[in-house]
């Protein structure tokens, strides 16, 4: 069994900054890919930004702002937002792509969410 579980949500100002973190426990052997979603109230959920081997993608709009970063010791992925926009907001979730044991296969597990709201 794995767990996905993310933290660091809040509300904040336009400009202003937050660190979002997520932690996989359980039976895992490894984790390859962990990153975040975004999905904003009545739209789709999107990708905001992920991590592989040292390797990052950002989305469009988050370039230059966000930053993700991880722990592997810790099975920990992090997104630093910096100079928040009010559509930045809504719902971040983290997933994380998990192997159980070393012949098990490739499994992405989700978190539950966290709500960031940029607003004044």
């Known amino acids: 069994q794995v767990n996905v579980v993310e933290s660091g949500g809040g509300l904040v100002q336009p400009g202003g900054s937050l660190r979002l973190s997520c932690t996989a426990s359980g039976t895992i052997f490894s984790s390859n890919i962990m990153g975040w979603y975004q999905q904003a109230l009545g739209k789709e959920r999107e990708l905001v930004a992920n991590?592989?081997?040292?390797?990052?993608y950002y989305a469009a709009p988050v370039k230059g702002r966000f930053t993700i970063f991880r722990n592997n010791t810790r099975n920990t992925v992090y997104l630093q937002m910096n100079n928040l926009k009010p559509e930045d907001t809504g719902v971040y979730y983290c997933y994380a792509g998990i192997k159980m044991t070393p012949s098990s296969r490739l499994i992405t597990y989700w978190g539950q969410g966290t709500q960031v709201t940029v607003s004044a």
């Open positions: 991590i592989n081997d040292g390797s990052t």
